[in-house]
């Protein structure tokens, strides 16, 4: 028996098991795996693994055709024992890689799961140094000039077709609920944006089973290492305003509910979700739960919600994420002043600048396994680092990484020159204002020196503000990283260089903000690591390439929800309404267009 469900009748009699793991299939936004990209485990052997299938179907389609030929027909024996030996591993595609290389003189060695010395492949090399050494009497002769021919002015072109608006139901009066089912208790674990898709998906599901949110406990992550608490990061009391004809939710449990549990919230039953659960599976697993105790917990809770859901539970998602969180007063008060500096310190381009999410940390560069200098000084801080971040993670027997397929596959984290380059190749000359979000630079005073030749306009949290404005975030990354998020979401252009939550979110939220363009740069790595491997590449060459990346990036900027994505990155159509503009009369007459 269930109890009541505010979403509607039809969500009374749930029927489906929870779809599989994003993990398993492709995905617009992907939850932060823990797995280095390339490793035998990961991405290295399961290319293997994945040519060997495409080798298997291979050879069963020239199979059938050979069988439509009665002249070859003694040919199908033949393909057919090849493609079992590739099947069947006899004949590994890793031994054929190792054979060829050393006939080739380059026998292929691997040193603590790193192969050092695979055979040399364009975009294989950080070769980018020399690039810029090559490119930078162009650029200076090219981008020094007034602003006027910034592409900062017309990054953007106007559109004439249909905007979108913000299309979420909200209320200003409080709702009368009927009579809860329980008190439902998450705990947010990761970063920022891993914490805030963790409260809207609870959200979410409070109301699918009208159960009342106690607001929800942050997890004290082991790599974030930020003691704040919910209020500390976002505004209370406002949160449970703009949910108040929705969602019931209440700071903390009743006295009495406390008191059966002796104050002590760990010992409420804490239920193992599957990841990715759909809205039956709650109602059928976790509805009778919090019906039989009165109070259930979720520790932690992330990525426990499927990414397709119906109208109601994504109008939930969307009413939390776009329009009940908002940072805390101190942190929005500290925020709006830097992005007000910022668009004063942007005069020559009209209080316009470029935001840059920079993944260029320690830590990323060293779970990203990838190789820059590739000097003994490099390897033993990486080596360090890994082994204190994921304790013989990478080390483990069999794995194999290859650093070169990894920067040729576009999976290495863009270093600052590398996005200077890009920038200035695309049209942002040195009158540009560039804020630079990220955390400490991995050898900032070598990494950041070209980028800050490339652009002197350049801003970061350090300069925007002052220490004693800075002190009372030091030490919490998530409050610092709220910082961030602020001045990158105003921002006329956003350019994100490694993934991750934050430029997801931020990707969606400017869409939300912007009628519905992203107004991001997405780099195509691929392409880059190409260009930068080419010392002799000519300018001309280079900027048309550059261009033509921040034009796809204009296109893609509109891209609407696929069934499988998240409305965090894509809120278009689920949180967002079309605006056709259609003559009437003697003027424009603006229609809404509901999508839900």
């Known amino acids: 028996m269930h109890g009541y ?70 040919l199908a024996p033949v393909l057919y024992i090849i493609g ?132 929800p406990i942050f997890h004290l992550n082991s790599v974030w290492r930020d003691s704040s608490k919910f209020g500390d990061i976002f505004d209370e009391d406002f949160f449970i305003y703009a949910l108040q004809s929705k969602v019931n939710v209440v700071r903390q449990l009743p006295e009495d509910v406390l008191t059966r549990y002796n104050h002590n919230i760990s010992s409420i039953v804490n239920l193992r979700l599957k990841a990715w659960s759909s809205p ?83 830590d990323m560069v060293a779970f990203s396994c990838c190789i820059y200098d590739g000097g003994k000084e490099e390897k033993q801080e990486m080596d360090i680092a890994r082994e204190k971040g994921w304790r013989g993670k990478f080390r483990r027997r069999g794995r194999v990484i290859r650093p070169g397929a990894l920067r040729r596959d576009g999976k290495c984290p863009l270093t600052p020159l590398e996005v200077g380059m890009m920038l200035r190749g695309m049209g942002f000359d040195n009158t540009t204002s560039v804020y630079v979000a990220a955390g400490k630079i991995y050898k900032a005073d070598k990494y950041m020196a070209p980028l800050k030749q490339l652009f002197p306009l350049l801003e970061t949290k350090e300069t925007l503000a002052t220490p004693e404005e800075l002190a009372p975030f030091q030490g919490h990354s ?68 550059m261009r033509d990346m921040l034009h796809r990036s204009d296109l893609k900027g509109r891209e609407m929800k696929k069934s499988s994505a998240s409305l965090y990155t894509f809120p278009m159509p689920d949180c967002m309404c079309k605006e056709a503009h259609t003559a009437h009369g003697n003027g424009n007459m603006t229609k809404l267009l509901r999508n839900f």
Request: charged letters at 20%; hydrophobic letters at 35%; aromatic letters at 8%.
């Open 280 to 362: 039956s599976y709650y109602l059928r697993k976790v509805l009778p739960k919090l019906l039989d105790l009165g109070a259930v917990r979720v520790a932690p809770f992330s990525n426990r919600l499927a990414n397709t859901v119906p109208p109601e539970v994504q109008g939930l998602r969307c009413l939390a994420n776009f329009e009940a969180l908002r940072f805390s007063e101190p942190i929005r008060l500290l925020a709006n002043m830097m992005v007000q500096r910022m668009i004063h310190r942007s005069s020559r381009s009209g209080g316009k600048y470029v935001s840059v999410h920079l993944r260029f940390e320690k």
């Open 478 to 545: 998530s409050r610092l990283a709220a910082l961030d998020y602020t001045v990158c979401l105003h921002s006329e252009v956003f350019v994100t260089t490694q993934g991750g939550n934050f430029p997801h979110f931020l990707m969606g939220h400017r869409r939300y903000m912007y009628g519905g363009h992203s107004k991001t740069i997405i780099p195509d790595k691929r392409k880059l690591v190409l260009l930068f491997d080419n010392p002799d590449v000519r300018w001309e060459t280079f900027k048309y390439q």
């Open 5 to 74: 469900s505010r979403l509607g009748p039809h969500f009374q009699s749930p029927s489906s098991s929870p779809p599989l793991s994003p993990r398993l299939r492709p995905s617009r936004m992907k939850p932060n795996g823990k797995i280095c990209p390339g490793s035998a485990n990961g991405g290295g052997r399961g290319g293997s693994t994945k040519l060997g299938h495409f080798v298997e179907r291979l050879v069963y389609i020239i199979i059938a055709a050979v069988l439509r030929r009665k002249g070859v027909l003694l």
């Open 84 to 215: 079992m030996l590739l099947y069947m591993g006899s004949l590994s595609l890793d031994s054929v890689s190792k054979v060829g290389s050393a006939k080739r003189g380059q026998p292929s060695t691997t040193l603590g799961g790193f192969v050092l010395d695979e055979p040399r492949m364009p975009g294989s090399l950080y070769r980018s140094p020399e690039v810029f050494e090559r490119l930078w009497p162009f650029m200076q002769a090219d981008g020094n000039g007034n602003g006027s021919s910034n592409a900062l002015t017309t990054v953007w072109p106007s559109r004439s077709q249909r905007s979108w608006k913000p299309c979420v139901k909200k209320s200003d009066s409080k709702s009368e609920f009927p009579k809860s089912n329980g008190y439902f208790i998450i705990e947010a674990n990761g970063g920022l944006n891993q914490q805030r898709l963790s409260i809207c998906d609870a959200v979410a599901v409070a109301g699918l089973l009208n159960a009342t949110l106690v607001i």
